[in-house]
């Protein structure tokens, strides 16, 4: 699902304050789910209220039993029937719950894969505005926490629940069936059983999370001190970490115990209330014998029937909590769902765009979204092709400029202009598909070298990646590594300096092959010798193909064509090295001070 | 993207009988001994209480109900005695319920806080050799998951475990005196339930642990995702992704899939045993109500009691799995606790009144790892108050250099003195007071500015606006909102690199130490922060200086400069002899691009941005 599903043009319906209603949600997120499986949906609730009823038998047969033997009835024959029916009816219980248990648990398995896969594939087709505004630990947290509490509401909750409602009518007839009144007694104490079990593991919920967010804490402190162990020592900072750590863990300890005191309520409250329940039907029921208004048969399977109401009891507060907190987790999983790119992608018809090199800016002004500083104030310029140079001061509108191009921010119409033809009348695939584009710290996966680098473009073989590494000068490096282009990178693989990465990430964008490189202070870790190759490889590669050079390196910027100037989003300047060495003060400033930072005097 | 990230424990099974194991776990209870006897009395209470129920109702069945020969009127009142001790043995067993699961819980918690406490002093002491080798992960571990899970074994499990097995036994002795044979009966159950129990707690750890790991494959795979995000849509990716994805997601099913059908399959094998149990209660106790050699109280009482019996039989098959790898975590925390470290300080320290500050490496060698000399054989003298720079490719030895005279390593030959003193002989944490670092990594604490500077130095607020004025580091304080008060860190404001390396700075001098070392920064630092830096550090004129360096502004300014390639020292003296010999030294210059742009007169090397204008060399550099 993207973001032109047509079930999220219902906008609409959710913007009406107050979150969205279970039916949208229902309609939205789950009753697709619900359909495709309703068979095995089917088969599993006969099996799961067939178990409910067969097990109500058995307590009567049981009194039958009793009877039988208090009325000096019973004979082996009729015992040995007895025990072999209870056999008969568990074993077929057993085959049952086996069946519901795999039809409707393994149902809720199947809704969260798709959940899963829904977010998954919806999170691929956001934009920068989106991962903006939410931290990956969010984005982690919809993607575990809210589908494991969609999993069980729709799992172990919906089984207990309608577990819970067709055991407890049952019993309860069974009960009223046996005698009237000793029922209505007997169930007096269960309500105050579902209502403590509500209140409590609600409670207990919010306890519980915030033991968890301190074990989090508490993780991420430990983290924190094994990383920086070095400087600890080279502190003497070892005391202090320690008895902050010791804060820490009695903090801990002390959301443990309130959680302790919850635990310590809710499970005995249970048996309490149960115990209750049978001590009512002691007396009560008892008396009933006495007066030989039930039999002693009726008054043992009266209290089986007692005990297997305290789990439907139980239930009845846990399945609410359940379903608050799947309803909850679904309403932040549609949040997410639904939210949309606001990089409006094709308008209607697209132009179809030649691949070109080619792109202009006319009076490109742009401010990020809830801001009112112009990051670039009327800029114009055109490239047809070669090696442009972009410099100016930090905050000057460099990278801008660059995600601009990338079309990871809408511009306005008539400003930007790829083979002639403005931007918003293309696809954002399309524009996409003719930049690559290198960062300052680029982002590598953790996966081998030829991998990261093949990365880049579909079915790469080898030969074109071991050329790109060549042109990106990294090619020997690679094959001093360990496994040459298997080697692999990251957490569990070799740590790569960050000249490396970039000489990488530049490989990688070299392989998909694009006319337009942007290369976004790309090269600010290499040494300038390498430097000097690459930008010699970047010339034969892209004749007649535009590379985009990010840098505030005078060395690095005198290799190129043309040096474009920024200053606080205006365009300063336009024009090749030599002439801004001779016209342009900025230009003229970074040079000297560079020049004396080479040191003068040799 | 083959991202197996998330750190998982390598299964192994330390085996249940491990007396030793055992014991010392036991030994960590010292000190809540009372605490855990008041628990077992406690769990004897609640035993007794839970147990008496089934026997007083059928008192009450056999004594009153079915008593023909008393009066109603007496049959009912005997009936109420019994239901008023009843409600009292039933609260009784509430509260003492209660008190046990918060006792317990306190006792517990204290206990791996303890542990915790011990195992968190003992990692920070460790030496760099032994850290550097583990990764993170595998340490962090240490500290809360296996904590964790000892801690699971405490409450839910020691006592519990008791609270369950007192239950048998009193199930099993109430119904001996009851009726010895139908308990003998009852008692062919228990090892068929441990079996199944056992078959089960095995078969359920395999796939709960199949799924975990899964699930963290796919956490870190989207974690990935998410954080490469940018890249996967500028190289139109998506689908390939989402197909990779997929995968995983249908694995992930896979695997719950088989736990539900395990889970199936001997959740309702459990309920199965129990009616089978009750049928053959009703078979034989019935012939032997017929026979009147038991009361139908008793067989009501039987059947009640089996009910009971069974709970605590499902209750130890999960407690068996947490014990299992609370085990394996015990093991694996004491391992890490018996873990030594090499370097200490001396049991008598000398000690120290003035320090100078001259250095001297004899012949000093060093390997992080063997026949890797990553110092080799080497030979300095450096006078108290010089300032020396240190230049080099990377991998070249420099920051091990300083880490020796840290004392972060020992160096498998030769020795290093301050002011004549061998290292080995002065107070640790002495010695690291004495050396001042500036690294490039800056420790940065979630407090403010202030509390960042003075740390544990015992600095005074006026003491630091000194140090800041005589820095000229007054800009940088000013340009935050609330100067020294501004809160930095997590949930603060950022510092960018140079700021870091500013507040490094004064912090450094807030410890007056007589050794100062700077490992210059190399990452972008802005133009004006820069000179800041640089001004500061020529401030320091009056102790011993070691300068890692990479640029040549300050490697001119030096009183010496060393030259290190391949852990030796290839040449030393000051820019200009340096220069003149037209050596190792000059070349690096010259690579630094230094000499082309004289050619066409225009002299620049970048270095506002070149993180190193000395050729980079492939290495595993500074393990840390």
């Given at each position: 699902m993207n973001s032109r599903d047509p079930q999220n043009s219902t906008g609409e319906e959710r913007a009406s304050a107050g979150g969205v209603r279970l039916r949208t949600l229902w309609l939205r997120l789950l009753s697709e789910q619900f359909k495709q499986h309703r068979t095995r949906l089917l088969f599993g609730f006969v099996a799961l209220i067939s178990v409910d009823f067969l097990q109500l038998f058995i307590p009567l047969i049981v009194k039958q039993a009793i009877d039988s033997l208090t009325a000096g009835t019973g004979t082996m024959v009729h015992l040995l029937h007895i025990s072999a029916m209870i056999v008969g009816i568990a074993g077929t219980v057993v085959v049952l719950r086996y069946v519901w248990r795999r039809l409707l648990i393994g149902f809720s398995r199947y809704l969260e894969r798709s959940l899963r896969n829904q977010i998954f594939s919806h999170i691929l087709a956001m934009d920068q505005y989106f991962f903006s505004r939410r931290t990956t630990g969010d984005i982690m947290a919809h993607g575990s926490n809210d589908l494991a509490a969609v999993q069980m509401a729709c799992g172990m909750g919906m089984v207990a629940a309608v577990d819970a409602i067709v055991l407890s009518l049952a019993a309860v007839g069974f009960m009223i069936h046996i005698h009237p009144t000793l029922t209505l007694y007997a169930l007096l104490p269960l309500p105050l059983l579902a209502v403590a079990t509500r209140i409590l593991s609600a409670r207990l919920h919010h306890r519980f999370n915030h033991v968890q967010e301190q074990f989090s804490l508490l993780t991420e402190f430990a983290r924190s001190a094994v990383v920086s162990v070095k400087l600890i020592k080279a502190y003497t900072f070892e005391q202090h970490q320690i008895d902050r750590f010791d804060r820490m863990g009695e903090t801990y300890i002390h959301a443990n115990i309130r959680v302790a005191m919850i635990n310590g309520l809710l499970f005995p409250v249970s048996s309490l209330i149960g115990n209750c329940g049978l001590l009512i039907i002691l007396v009560f029921g008892g008396r009933l014998v006495i007066d030989g208004a039930i039999t002693l048969g009726d008054f043992a399977a009266f209290t089986t029937y007692l005990q297997m109401l305290i789990w439907p009891m139980m239930a009845v507060g846990w399945v609410a909590n359940l379903t608050q907190r799947g309803i909850t987790a679904l309403r932040r999983i549609d949040d997410l769902i639904t939210a949309e790119p606001i990089l409006v992608d094709a308008p209607a018809n697209p132009l179809l765009l030649p691949g070109t090199g080619k792109f202009r800016a006319e009076n490109l002004t742009f401010s990020y979204p809830g801001s009112t500083i112009k990051q670039l104030d009327h800029v114009s310029f055109a490239v047809d092709s070669g090696i442009i140079g972009i410099t100016g001061a930090t905050g000057s509108g460099k990278t801008t400029l660059c995600k601009l191009l990338l079309r990871l921010y809408p511009v306005d119409d008539g400003s930007l202009f790829f083979g002639d033809l403005?931007?918003?009348?293309?696809s954002v695939d399309q524009i996409r598909s003719q930049i690559s584009y290198v960062s300052q710290e680029p982002v590598l996966f953790s996966d081998t070298v030829s991998a990261n680098i093949g990365f880049g473009a579909d079915d790469v073989s080898l030969e074109t990646i071991k050329a790109a590494a060549e042109d990106a000068d990294i090619h020997q490096e690679i094959l001093d590594f360990?496994?040459?282009?298997?080697t692999v990178i990251g957490e569990r693989g070799i740590t790569l300096s960050g000249g490396q990465r970039q000489r990488i990430a530049l490989a990688r964008a070299l392989v998909a092959e694009r006319p337009i490189l942007v290369i976004d202070d790309g090269l600010s870790a290499v040494d300038t010798s390498t430097e000097n190759r690459i930008i010699e490889a970047l010339r034969k590669r892209f004749e007649n193909k535009t590379v985009f050079i990010v840098s505030n390196r005078i060395k690095l910027l005198s290799m190129t064509d043309r040096i474009l100037i920024l200053e606080t989003g205006r365009l300063m300047a336009d024009a090749p090295h030599e002439t801004l060495l001779r016209t342009n003060s900025f230009y003229q400033s970074i040079h000297r001070k560079q020049m004396q930072e080479a040191g003068t005097n040799a | 993207m083959r991202n197996y990230g998330g750190y998982m424990e390598k299964g192994q099974s330390t085996p249940f009988y491990d007396l030793k194991l055992w014991l010392r776990i036991l030994k960590c209870t010292r000190g809540f001994k009372r605490a855990m006897g008041v628990a077992v009395v406690l769990a004897v209470g609640v035993t007794v209480a839970a147990l008496s129920l089934p026997y007083l109702v059928k008192t009450g069945i056999d004594t009153?109900?079915?008593?023909?020969?008393?009066?109603p009127e007496q049959r009912f009142s005997g009936l109420v005695r019994i239901g008023g001790i009843s409600a009292a043995l039933i609260l009784c067993g509430f509260v003492l319920t209660f008190l046990q699961v918060v006792l317990l819980e306190w006792v517990g918690q204290s206990v791996m806080h303890r542990i915790r406490q011990q195992l968190f002093s003992h990692i920070l002491s460790l030496d760099l050799a032994f850290l550097t080798k583990q990764p993170t992960g595998r340490l962090v571990t240490r500290l809360t998951n296996d904590v964790q899970n000892m801690y699971e074994m405490f409450t839910s499990v020691i006592v519990t475990l008791f609270n369950d097995l007192l239950r048998l036994a009193g199930i099993l002795v109430v119904l001996i005196f009851m009726n010895a044979k139908l308990a003998a009966l009852m008692s062919l159950f228990l090892p068929l339930a441990m079996v199944l129990i056992v078959t089960f707690a095995s078969l359920a750890r395999e796939k709960f642990r199949a799924i975990r790991s899964q699930l963290s494959r796919i956490n870190s795979f989207v974690q990935e995702s998410v954080s490469g995000m940018s890249v996967i849509q500028l190289f139109n990716r998506q689908s390939w992704l989402f197909s990779q994805f997929d995968g995983l997601s249908r694995e992930y099913l896979e695997r719950t899939l088989k736990q539900i059908r395990l889970f199936a399959a001997f959740m309702p094998l459990t309920e199965l045993m129990s009616w089978v149990a009750i049928s053959m209660i009703l078979l034989y106790g019935g012939f032997q109500v017929i026979d009147k050699r038991l009361t139908i109280g008793e067989l009501i009482a039987f059947i009640a009691y089996m009910r009971l019996f069974f709970q605590p039989l499902r209750e130890l098959a999960q407690k068996y799995s947490i014990v299992q790898s609370a085990l394996a975590s015990a093991e694996r925390i004491f391992s890490m606790l018996d873990t030594e470290r090499k370097i200490k300080s001396p049991p008598s320290a000398l000690p120290i009144e003035r320090i100078n500050g001259a250095i001297t490496y004899k012949s000093v060698s060093f390997a992080y790892?063997?026949?890797?000399?990553?110092?080799?054989d080497l030979d300095l003298t450096i006078d108290a108050g010089q300032t020396v720079a240190i230049v080099g490719p990377t991998g070249s030895g420099k920051s091990t250099l300083i880490s020796l005279l840290q004392r972060f390593y020992e160096p498998q030959k030769g020795t290093i003195t301050i002011d004549g003193h061998d290292i080995r002989d002065l107070d640790l944490e002495t010695l690291r007071t004495i050396v001042g670092v500036i690294l490039q990594d800056v420790l940065i604490l979630d407090d403010t500015l202030l509390a960042n500077i003075v740390m544990n130095s015992g600095c005074s607020r006026a003491r630091v606006e000194d140090i800041l004025e005589k820095g000229g580091m007054r800009p940088f304080v000013d340009r935050l909102e609330q100067g020294l008060d501004t809160r930095i860190g997590d949930g603060g404001r950022e510092l960018s690199s140079g700021e870091k390396q500013l507040l490094a700075f004064a912090r450094a001098m807030c410890r007056n130490p007589a050794i100062l070392i700077l490992d210059e920064a190399t990452a972008s630092i802005d133009s004006e922060t820069e000179s800041m830096l640089e001004r500061a550090i020529e401030t320091i004129t009056d102790r011993t200086s070691i300068i890692i360096a990479h640029r040549l502004s300050t490697v001119k300014r030096a009183d010496r400069i060393i030259v290190m390639e391949s852990g030796r020292i290839v040449e030393q003296g000051n820019h200009q002899h340096l220069l003149s010999r037209n050596g190792r030294y000059a070349e690096l210059v010259k690579l630094d691009s230094f000499a082309e742009e004289q050619e066409q007169g225009i002299g620049t090397s970048g270095s506002t941005e070149s993180p190193e204008p000395f050729p980079i060399q492939h290495s595993n550099g500074d393990p840390l």
């Open positions: 403005d931007v918003n009348r293309l360990n496994n040459g282009y298997d | 009153y109900i079915t008593a023909v020969d008393l009066s790892e063997k026949d890797i000399a990553v110092i080799d």
